[in-house]
T-cell receptor, first 115, second 114 residues
C-alpha cells in the first residue's frame, strides 16, 4: 500500500516570493507521482506528473517539482507566486503496474498568497 | 472537447434521507469513471471506480453505492444518509486504462447532512 504525507496544511506566502510545498510518500514499490491543484469550490486540475526520466518536472502555471527517490519526496516549487495561485494543492501517488491502480492522495496544502 | 458535469452543486439533506448524485461526461467514449469524497483535513478518498457500463468497484465499505447505467453516466446513491456522509463529492474521468492517465475532475457537489 502507498501513503502520502503533506505535513503543511497551510502555507502563507507574500506575492512574488518563492514557495515550496512539501510531499513525502511511502511505498514498497516504485511509484508514479502527481500534483493537482484545486481552486475554491472547484474540482482538481493536474499541475504536473512524474512518470520517468528527468527528476525535475515542469508543469503548468510556472510550477515545477523534483522527485527525490532516496528521500521519497516530490516537493512542489514556484520561484515567484501570484495572487491567482491561492488554492489547495494535492500530492498523489500510484504504484508502477500494468493496468489501473488506485491513486492515493495526500491531505492537501492550502497556499495563501498575501498581497 | 471533453466536459464533465455534476449536479446538484450543493445539497442539504436530513439524516436518514436518500441520496442521488449524478455525473455525466461529454466528448469521450468508454471513459473510466471515479467517485471521490473530500472531507475536511482528510484529502481525497476514492469511493468507487468504473471501467465500463455496469462494472463498479468499491474501495471503501460504506452505506453508499454507485451505478453506471450508461457509458458516460455515473450515479452515487444512498438509501439512508449518515452525518458522516457530509463532504465534497467529486466525480472524475480518465481514458487509457492505466493509473498514469490524467484524471479530469468535475466541479463537485457539496453535501451537508443535518
Amino acid at each position: 500500500a502507498q501513503s502520502v504525507t503533506q505535513l503543511d496544511s497551510q502555507v502563507p506566502v507574500f506575492e512574488e516570493a518563492p514557495v515550496e510545498l512539501r510531499c513525502n510518500y511511502s511505498s514498497s514499490v516504485s511509484v508514479y507521482l502527481f500534483w493537482y491543484v484545486q481552486y475554491p469550490n472547484q474540482g482538481l486540475q493536474l499541475l504536473l506528473k512524474y512518470l520517468s526520466g528527468s527528476t525535475l518536472v515542469k508543469g503548468i502555471n510556472g510550477f515545477e517539482a523534483e522527485f527525490n527517490k532516496s528521500q521519497t519526496s516530490f516537493h512542489l516549487r514556484k520561484p515567484s507566486v501570484h495572487i491567482s495561485d491561492t488554492a489547495e494543492y494535492f500530492c498523489a501517488v500510484t504504484p508502477f503496474s500494468g493496468g489501473y491502480q488506485k491513486v492515493t492522495f495526500g491531505t492537501g496544502t492550502k497556499l495563501q498568497v498575501i498581497p | 472537447s471533453q466536459t464533465i458535469h455534476q449536479w446538484p452543486a450543493t445539497l442539504v439533506q436530513p439524516v436518514g434521507s436518500p441520496l442521488s448524485l449524478e455525473c455525466t461526461v461529454e466528448g469521450t467514449s468508454n471513459p473510466n469513471l471515479y467517485w471521490y469524497r473530500q472531507a475536511a483535513g482528510r484529502g481525497l478518498q476514492l469511493l468507487f471506480y468504473s471501467v465500463g457500463i455496469g462494472q463498479i468497484s468499491s474501495e471503501v465499505p460504506q452505506n453508499l453505492s454507485a451505478s453506471r447505467p450508461q457509458d458516460r453516466q455515473f450515479i452515487l446513491s444512498s438509501k439512508k444518509l449518515l452525518l458522516s456522509d457530509s463532504g465534497f463529492y467529486l466525480c472524475a474521468w480518465s481514458v487509457g486504462g492505466h493509473s498514469t492517465d490524467t484524471q479530469y475532475f468535475g466541479p463537485g457537489t457539496r453535501l451537508t447532512v443535518l
